[in-house]
T-cell receptor, first 117, second 113 residues
Framework: KAGVTQTPRYLIKTRGQQVTLSCSPI?????VSWYQQTPGQGLQFLFE???????NKGNFPGRFSGRQFSNSRSEMNVSTLELGDSALYLC????????????????FGPGTRLTVL | GENVEQHPSTLSVQEGDSAVIKCTYS??????FPWYKQELGKGPQLIID?????GEKKDQRIAVTLNKTAKHFSLHITETQPEDSAVYFC????????????FGSGTRLLVRP
């Protein structure tokens, strides 16, 4: 099975611009989560989508948004970019389907390296 | 709030020795504890995980132990090899937000040949 794919792998933007990152989950996986990784803050949860609905959100400003399509692919958008948004953005997918809130394993993609100048 | 502390931040061992990384979590509702290995230029790769109804789990040279009372879990790597060199992250999540992983700050492991 192909793993989680993210595009683009590298991106350079300037302050004030907006950016859209894409994530294709492992075939059959229905949950997609996004994380931001920086040297200073480490790995931080952004949001999680399942069946085109956001189920959980981290502590990020409203400039960070996402969506999920009917084929489970997901995009995240960052508007009005700031220098501090420079980071590795990671997408993770999970199969989902077990009842009772049992946590599924999350499989990560290689990430998109965003640099804001 | 939710927090996971991880120690040490760097660890250097001789090839063949054991390595131990420790994490402490703050939220007693946490019930799932994965460990990830991240190599340069790659995303985190799951190496082992444990759930709160189990005290220990082993997979070849890797083992994880969980002490729910102390809210503490550890990763043990035996017979380390140079290819084990990477950054290791612990994480925790809980039932009502099981897809929200709270990560530790990472441990850079260097295995000297």
């Amino acid at each position: 099975k192909a793993g989680v794919t993210q595009t683009p792998r590298y991106l350079i933007k300037t302050r004030g611009q907006q950016v859209t990152l894409s994530c294709s989950p492992i075939s059959g996986h229905r949950s997609v989560s996004w994380y931001q990784q920086t040297p200073g803050q480490g790995l931080q949860f952004l949001f999680e989508y399942f069946s085109e609905t956001q189920r959980n959100k981290g502590n990020f400003p409203g400039r960070f948004s996402g969506r999920q399509f009917s084929n489970s692919r997901s995009e995240m958008n960052v508007s009005t970019l700031e220098l501090g948004d420079s980071a590795l953005y990671l997408c993770a997918s999970s199969p989902v389907g077990l009842a009772g809130g049992r946590a599924d394993t999350q499989y990560f993609g290689p990430g998109t390296r965003l640099t804001v100048l | 709030g939710e927090n996971v502390e991880q120690h040490p931040s760097t660890l250097s061992v001789q090839e063949g020795d054991s390595a131990v990384i420790k994490c402490t979590y703050s939220d007693s509702a946490s019930n799932y504890f994965p460990w990830y290995k991240q190599e340069l230029g790659k995303g985190p790769q799951l190496i082992i995980d444990i759930r709160s109804n189990v005290g220990e789990k082993k997979d070849q040279r890797i083992a994880v132990t969980l002490n729910k009372t102390a809210k503490h879990f550890s990763l043990h790597i035996t017979e380390t090899q140079p290819e084990d060199s990477a950054v290791y992250f612990c994480a925790a999540s809980k039932v009502d937000s099981s897809y929200k992983l709270i990560f530790g700050s990472g441990t850079r492991l260097l295995v000297r040949p």
